[in-house]
Nanobody, 122 residues
Framework: QVNLVESGGGSVQAGGSLRLSCAAS????????MGWFRQVPGKEREGVAA???????TYAASVKGRFTISKDNAKNTLHLQMNSLKPEDTAMYYC????????????????WGQGTQVTVSS
């Protein structure tokens, strides 16, 4: 069983910033593509950002230029820095891990975190 433990969600006004974190085991951190999805009630879960084993990154068009995904290798922790937040960024954010590679090119997610809520008010 792979545990992905998220933290860092909360409420912020439009234009503000939040940083999400996801802690994983060393094996998962080093051997899986990791990243973030988000979901609002009534809609499908959508990929937000991914970082491959080689460090290459991919972002959804809606967040490119505002969000930055990164890894803290000393702590086996994934981060998502979210700047210039908009009300439409409001969602439950999920950490994800995929052994095959990025979901942006079709690989399935193998493990999910429990989710952390992000709320952006106008």
């Amino acid at each position: 069983q792979v545990n992905l433990v998220e933290s860092g969600g909360g409420s912020v006004q439009a234009g503000g910033s939040l940083r999400l974190s996801c802690a994983a085991s060393t094996y998962t951190y080093r051997n899986y593509c990791m990243g973030w999805f988000r979901q609002v009630p009534g809609k499908e879960r959508e990929g937000v950002a991914a970082i491959e084993r080689d460090g290459s990154t991919t972002y959804a068009a809606s967040v490119k230029g505002r969000f930055t995904i990164s890894k803290d290798n000393a702590k086996n922790t994934l981060h998502l820095q979210m700047n210039s937040l908009k009300p439409e960024d409001t969602a439950m954010y999920y950490c994800a891990a995929a052994y095959g590679g990025s979901w942006f090119v079709g690989y399935p997610v193998d493990y999910w975190g429990q989710g952390t809520q992000v709320t952006v008010s106008s």
